[in-house]
């Protein structure tokens, strides 16, 4: 970093906007200030759930309520949406043919550990969008990935997951390790740590066949589980020849390949899997493919699944370590139903990755514009600005490109002029009911703020 200077811009600048704009939000929201105090007399840290602390506002706006592709808080803002849920709502809030399922369930149950009428057809719905697996329903795609661990340690009886540095798995004990100076440790600032995660897990860095290769050559590693892009730390794109160069090593070496969409189903219809023709042995989803209801789904190939039920077969009775009450509830059918038949479909992809498009256009145009030091990368419906020059090619690349600092004043700005984007990596999503209008609001919004940022000094 140029000394004086953060992504481009001098340190000063960006902090007279962070305070300025920080002080325009409380001014505005008094009700929103009154609700977050008293709150705060309750919950842990002020807030309900830790991660809420990472927006970089002031304190939070409270929602009273959310449709389609915008958000209204309880001081009457009305905000464009393009969080949603950093990606839970990615097919806008509250979609019509779930919320009917949700009511028309509701009167029927929430829970009692059985299937319901749903069941057989959201199977049948799964395979069509994701491919012929044998599925198991979640909760969380945190669930989801702890099982099909446990699934690829049993079938190879091998105890190591091989991970890329920088990855994103939701908070699996075996992902929760980086790479430094090229040996595997504890990611730090892990709370509560205490056993030693090298026992179980070998980070390598993404888009790096010969450090996966030589990680597998030393034959304990049961799968390798890696999102298609990377999207923990500002997104890396997979370079030509790394997805199919990381299946033939899996199979060279007898290790399974697990493929964890969770953030990238905005990729297109049936995730960047079924759109790019990978080939996992596993494949995990979770967040948006029941609308919003806390719902994850995991799929074993059918030979998988077959090594699956041979291991099975010669366990000893009693816990398996796999499986949660709540989850394959029938309301979490009625939701995946509803998504998977009415929402996610072909002609609601089109329409996000064409107003995706638009909006990645429109910042990079910006970014031109002012001469920033900044890139933009999109995946299907999904849009980063990143402040630092790209592409990124790996974890490390990464974690350098993150800017807190000039992040959070620039998410403030945005949200002070009616744009919310995801508190994470400058992430933005298009939903099927986001509106093109609500696209161009959200990059005149942007282009304004790098005007102050990288407007000319003063002679």
């Known amino acids: 970093m140029t000394e004086g200077l953060i992504a481009g811009v001098h340190i000063d600048r960006v902090a007279q906007m962070a305070e300025r704009e920080a002080k325009r939000f409380a001014k505005g929201r008094p009700l929103s200030l009154s609700a977050h105090q008293r709150a705060g007399e309750g919950y842990l840290n002020g807030v309900p759930m830790h991660w809420m602390k990472d ?9 009273a309520r959310a449709k389609d592709a915008r958000l209204q808080d309880i001081d009457g803002y009305e905000l464009d949406d393009f969080c949603l849920g950093d990606t839970g709502s990615m ?19 929430l829970t009692y550990m059985l299937p319901s009428h749903d069941a057989a057809e959201v199977a049948e719905l799964l395979c069509e969008r994701f491919g012929d697996f044998r599925w198991q329903i979640a909760t969380t795609a945190t669930d989801a990935n702890r099982f099909a661990i446990r699934v690829a340690r049993a079938i190879t009886g091998r105890p190591k997951i091989l991970v890329f540095n920088g990855c994103y798995h939701g908070t699996v004990d075996d992902a929760m390790v980086e790479q430094k100076d090229g040996k595997t440790v504890a990611r730090s600032g892990l709370m509560g740590q205490v056993a030693d995660l090298t026992a179980t897990a070998v980070c390598c860095e993404f888009n790096d066949l010969a450090g996966v290769k030589a990680a597998l050559e030393a034959g304990d590693v ?6 298609p892009v990377m999207t923990n730390s500002c997104m890396v794109l997979p370079e030509a020849g790394f997805h199919d160069g990381l299946r033939e ?21 049936g995730g960047y899997s079924r759109v790019h023709a990978l080939r996992p042995d596993i494949f995990v989803v979770g967040k948006c493919v029941a609308g919003g209801m806390p719902t994850a789904v995991w799929g074993l190939s059918a030979k998988r699944a077959a090594d699956y039920m041979t291991a099975n077969a010669q ?19 009625a939701c ?5 038949a009415q929402v996610m479909t072909a002609k609601n992809y089109a329409h996000m990755e064409k107003l995706a498009d638009r909006l990645a256009t429109g910042l990079k145009a910006a970014i031109t514009a ?23 090619r790996n974890g490390s690349e990464a974690g350098l490109a993150h800017m807190p600092q000039i992040e959070a004043a620039v998410h403030t700005a945005l949200l002070n002029r009616g744009c919310l984007i995801a508190p994470f990596h400058n992430m933005m999503l298009i939903s099927p009911k986001t509106k093109k209008r609500q696209v161009d609001r959200l990059i005149a919004a942007f282009d304004e703020v790098l005007s102050e940022l990288f407007a000319p000094t003063s002679a």
């Open 249 to 269: 090593l899996a199979d060279a070496h007898g290790a399974l390949l697990i493929i964890d969409e969770t953030h990238t189903i905005s990729s297109g219809l």
């Open 336 to 340: 995946l139903k509803a998504t998977l």
């Open 55 to 63: 927006w970089p506002m002031p304190f939070l706006p409270v929602v």
């Open 91 to 109: 097919f806008g809030h509250s979609p019509p043919a779930v919320a009917a399922a949700i009511k028309a369930q509701a009167s029927r149950g």
């Open 315 to 333: 366990r000893a009775a009693g816990h398996s370590g796999m499986g949660t009450t709540l989850s394959a509830n029938p309301m979490q059918f």
């Open 370 to 392: 002012y001469a920033a030091p900044w890139h933009v990368v999109r995946v299907g419906a999904r849009v980063e600005f990143i402040c630092a020059p790209g592409p990124l």
């Open 222 to 227: 049961a799968a390798i589980l890696t999102e």
